[in-house]
């Protein structure tokens, strides 16, 4: 997919494009990020999963991983291929294994579309390539980067860069950027134009990424303004044929003193000195003073210019270099941005209807959604609870992946749907454990955590001293129900009744 050793050369400049391995997708909270439908989709089959509708399941647990990390998602469909990559796409299906044809994708990423609605991830097509949508929103600033595997990205003009979203011991990712980086958005254009892309298989043949990104930094040091204005010169830049024309007649090499490397002899620049180091006997040993003379003169241009001319020869051997389409495409110029990027709530019913006709039974989806449901009413800046179920009371602090957390215990007594039509999922208690991340806890609900700490400080008090009452675990909320008591439960209960009437 993309541009096949795009990767290679941007793994090798780690530093530059800020490689992050294994990043927690707690370190994304409060981005934006969009996700490339479709490479999630291809991604999967070319796993060769063997269950059915494993693309729904993958979508399912990504997205509520990253939604409970409170990462704003915009997903992202293909549209139409352009006419170029055409060609690539049925190469590609000829290949066979693990490929995806257009007509699956459009099919799967319905079904896809459909699991992000339930969860309230806003869903935009694009008019081409979803990777384009995403960085042209990138560029406009809507999102703050995006999930993707394609390297294409670059090239479309996106910066930042989240792949391989993967499970360890919770979610994380593999970042880059190229913001730090002196590849500019045409930059990434050249890069395409000589390895290949999707649009143009073959790429320049002979030219590797290793000489590509070396010529585009040669360019770049001789203060090129554009290495792609430039490259789009090539096939009619006078000045170059002729530079090219001198090296291919370079005229033979005088005697040169070896150690000045000035026109003359050692012997004769011991006796008479040099003209070009300006003595009258001897010379300067390796003198920086550049020489002159015609052979010299050629030498020089070929130093600056060797590595263009060898990659623009092999270039324009291609007789439909540069390939327009390929510019055009990658250009990213005919996007319209879409007026709204809103995500609404996670509709629970919804949620788990729609993954029951994908073959998930209740037990897969309904914990997972509730867990959800319960993150993202914390995640929201506003006042506004339109939560199933209302925090009772703290019953411990706690950590998970180093992060400190407390347990708390949520009411599922009120009459939504998921208490009704689920009762007997649940054990024989009232109500349900949670842990919460401490600071998102504490900025929702400031007034049950002052009670926590007033009720553990009064405790604390109590306690003889010398013994913390840290590290007490009680597994049985009923027991720990006793030592802390719950705050004014009623109040709560309150705005949970109201919004089951809304
Ligand atoms: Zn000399
Ligand atoms: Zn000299
Ligand atoms: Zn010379």
């Keep these: 997919?993309?541009?096949?050793?795009?990767?290679?050369?941007?793994?090798?400049?780690?530093?530059?494009?800020?490689?992050?391995?294994?990043?927690?997708l707690s370190d994304l909270s409060g981005k934006t990020l969009a996700i490339d439908v479709s490479g999630w989709i291809v991604e999967l089959q070319s796993q060769n999963h063997k269950a059915p509708n494993m693309h729904i399941r993958n979508l399912f647990f990504r997205t509520l991983g990253l939604l409970n990390a409170g990462v704003n998602l915009v997903a992202v469909f293909d549209g139409t291929a352009p006419d170029s990559k055409r060609a690539t796409l049925i190469k590609r299906n000829k290949g066979g294994a693990g490929n995806?044809?257009?007509?699956?994708?459009?099919?799967?990423?319905?079904?896809?579309?459909?699991?992000?609605?339930?969860?309230?991830?806003?869903?935009?097509?694009?008019?081409?390539?979803?990777?384009?949508?995403?960085?042209?929103?990138?560029?406009?600033?809507?999102?703050?980067?995006?999930?993707?595997?394609?390297?294409?990205?670059?090239?479309?003009?996106?910066?930042?860069?989240?792949?391989?979203?993967?499970?360890?011991?919770?979610?994380?990712?593999?970042s880059y950027s190229s913001v730090h980086s002196d590849y500019t958005h045409d930059d990434f254009i050249v890069f395409a134009l000589m390895i290949g892309?999707?649009?143009?298989?073959?790429?320049?043949?002979?030219?590797?990424?290793?000489?590509?990104?070396?010529?585009?930094?040669?360019?770049?040091?001789?203060?090129?303004?554009?290495?792609?204005?430039?490259?789009?010169?090539?096939?009619?830049n006078q000045k170059l044929n002729a530079i090219d024309n001198k090296i291919e007649n370079k005229p033979k090499k005088d005697s040169h003193c070896k150690h000045c490397d000035h026109p003359g002899t050692v012997v004769s620049h011991k006796s008479k000195g040099c003209t070009e180091c300006d003595t009258s006997s001897d010379c300067n040993r390796n003198s920086n003073i550049r020489c002159d003379c015609p052979w010299h003169v050629v030498k020089y241009l070929e130093e600056d210019y060797k590595t263009e001319l060898s990659v623009r020869r092999k270039a324009l051997e291609k007789p439909d270099f540069p390939n327009s389409e390929v510019i055009n495409e990658f250009r990213n110029l005919d996007k319209t941005i879409p007026k709204y990027l809103e995500s609404g709530s996670i509709d629970a019913k919804a949620v788990i209807d729609c993954m029951a006709r994908f073959g998930y039974t209740e037990d897969v989806t309904i914990s997972s959604v509730i867990h959800s449901v319960i993150l993202q009413d914390l995640w929201k800046k506003t006042d506004e609870?339109?939560?199933?179920?209302?925090?009772?009371?703290?019953?411990?602090?706690?950590?998970?992946?180093?992060?400190?957390?407390?347990?708390?215990?949520?009411?599922?007594?009120?009459?939504?749907?998921?208490?009704?039509?689920?009762?007997?999922?649940?054990?024989?208690?009232?109500s349900y454990e949670i842990k919460v991340e401490l600071q998102l806890f504490k900025s929702k609900y400031p007034e049950i955590v002052k009670h926590f700490e007033d009720q553990k400080q009064s405790k604390d008090k109590k306690a003889p001293p010398k013994k913390p009452t840290k590290g007490k675990r009680n597994k049985d909320h009923d027991s720990v129900g006793q030592s802390t008591s719950a705050p004014p439960k009623k109040s709560l209960l309150e705005s949970f009744n109201k919004v089951e009437k809304k």
């Design 1 to 24: 997919m993309g541009i096949p050793r795009l990767w290679e050369m941007i793994k090798s400049k780690k530093e530059e494009f800020q490689e992050t391995l294994g990043v927690p």
């Design 100 to 174: 995806v044809d257009r007509q699956q994708l459009r099919d799967k990423s319905k079904e896809c579309a459909e699991v992000f609605k339930c969860l309230g991830v806003c869903c935009l097509t694009s008019s081409g390539e979803g990777e384009a949508l995403c960085a042209f929103l990138e560029q406009k600033g809507k999102v703050d980067g995006c999930i993707t595997s394609d390297s294409d990205y670059f090239c479309y003009g996106g910066k930042n860069v989240y792949r391989n979203l993967r499970k360890e011991k919770m979610f994380v990712v593999d």
């Design 197 to 236: 892309n999707d649009c143009d298989m073959k790429g320049t043949e002979g030219i590797g990424w290793k000489k590509t990104d070396e010529m585009i930094q040669h360019l770049k040091q001789l203060k090129v303004p554009s290495v792609l204005k430039r490259v789009l010169t090539w096939r009619d």
């Design 385 to 430: 609870t339109n939560q199933m179920f209302s925090p009772i009371r703290i019953i411990r602090e706690c950590t998970e992946n180093r992060v400190k957390c407390y347990l708390v215990e949520w009411d599922k007594t009120g009459t939504c749907f998921i208490n009704q039509r689920y009762k007997n999922h649940w054990t024989s208690s009232d």
